[in-house]
């Protein structure tokens, strides 16, 4: 975390009551080191900028920064909306779009549906088995 994030923290977490002093009554200095602070001052007229931004750049609270990027859960808009529409889509719609969905393997594919065997039954009567038998032993 660099130093300007930490004091910007330490700034948003500071009493109301409680300012900064202002630079003059901050140190009573007089002495030779007296007039090095004077040209300080004349030379940062600007108390307030922070020299640790670039020049032009907007310094953002890093509160609001934390509420934008903080994961918002929509769940709750989500099945409201799927909820909200029960529109049934025509089931030849539906099959179509998972046949275009599907993928080409065999695996993709879906299971053969078996075919229905039909009775086994005959094509003959019992009147065509006695005129066989008649014709094929001679039997009348």
């Known amino acids: 975390m660099s130093a300007s994030l930490l004091r910007r923290g330490l700034e948003l977490l500071e009493a109301p009551g ?3 002093a202002p630079q003059g009554v901050q140190r009573g200095r007089d ?5 090095g602070a004077a040209r300080r001052r ?11 931004t670039i020049k032009g750049r907007v310094v953002k609270s890093a509160i609001e920064e934390y509420h934008k990027k903080k994961a918002v859960n929509h ?7 799927m909820l909200k529409g ?8 539906t099959e179509q779009v998972l046949a275009q969905n599907r993928g080409r393997k ?11 065997k039909k ?11 006695r005129k066989f038998e008649r014709e094929y032993f001679g039997r009348p």
């Open 18 to 20: 409680r300012g900064k």
């Open 31 to 35: 002495g030779p080191s007296a007039a």
């Open 42 to 52: 004349k030379r940062a007229p600007e108390l307030g900028r922070n020299k640790a």
């Open 75 to 81: 769940l709750r808009a989500n099945l409201q909306y």
């Open 86 to 93: 029960r529109f049934v889509a025509n089931k030849a719609i």
């Open 106 to 116: 065999s695996k993709d594919q879906p299971p053969k549906k078996a075919a229905k």
């Open 119 to 129: 009775p086994e039954g005959t094509v003959f009567t019992e009147e065509d088995f």
